[in-house]
């Protein structure tokens, strides 16, 4: 089992920034991939991938919509994973995810994640 458990959400701006935290614990390895997801209002059902990285290379992979703003990283050390969040926008509201999963690939959707945090609100006001 893996536990994970977000930080850092919270109510800013349009254009500020956040750093969101996700620390790990349990059976993890660097076998795992980490995920950040997120779930906007009114789209209770979907939950849209973010950004990924693996553990044991660093490689990552952005979603389109968040490319160039946001950024994943990682302190192997805390068994943590971070988003840098910058020049947010209101579109960007919803709870945030981190997620695991073992194996490499970056660009796989929620439905194969094996673990989850329990979610961090991040409101961007215009």
């Known amino acids: 089992q893996v536990q994970l458990v977000e930080s850092g959400g919270g109510l800013v701006q349009a254009g500020g920034s956040l750093r969101l935290s996700c620390a790990a614990s349990?059976?993890?390895?660097?076998?795992?991939?980490m995920g950040w997801f997120r779930q906007a209002p009114g789209k209770e059902r979907e939950r849209e991938f973010v950004?990924?990285?693996?553990?044991?290379?660093?490689?990552?992979s952005y979603a389109d919509s968040v490319k160039g703003r946001f950024s994943i990283s990682r302190d192997n050390a805390k068994a943590t994973v971070y988003l840098q969040m910058n020049s947010l926008k209101p579109d960007d509201t919803a709870v945030y995810y981190c997620?695991?999963?073992?194996?490499?690939?970056?660009?796989?959707?929620?439905?194969?994640?094996?673990?989850w945090g329990q979610g961090t609100q991040v409101t961007v006001s215009s």
């Open positions: 997620a695991a999963r073992l194996g490499a690939a970056l660009r796989l959707g929620a439905t194969k994640y094996d673990y």
């Open positions: 349990g059976r993890t390895s660097s076998s795992y991939t």
């Open positions: 950004a990924a990285i693996s553990w044991s290379d660093g490689s990552t």
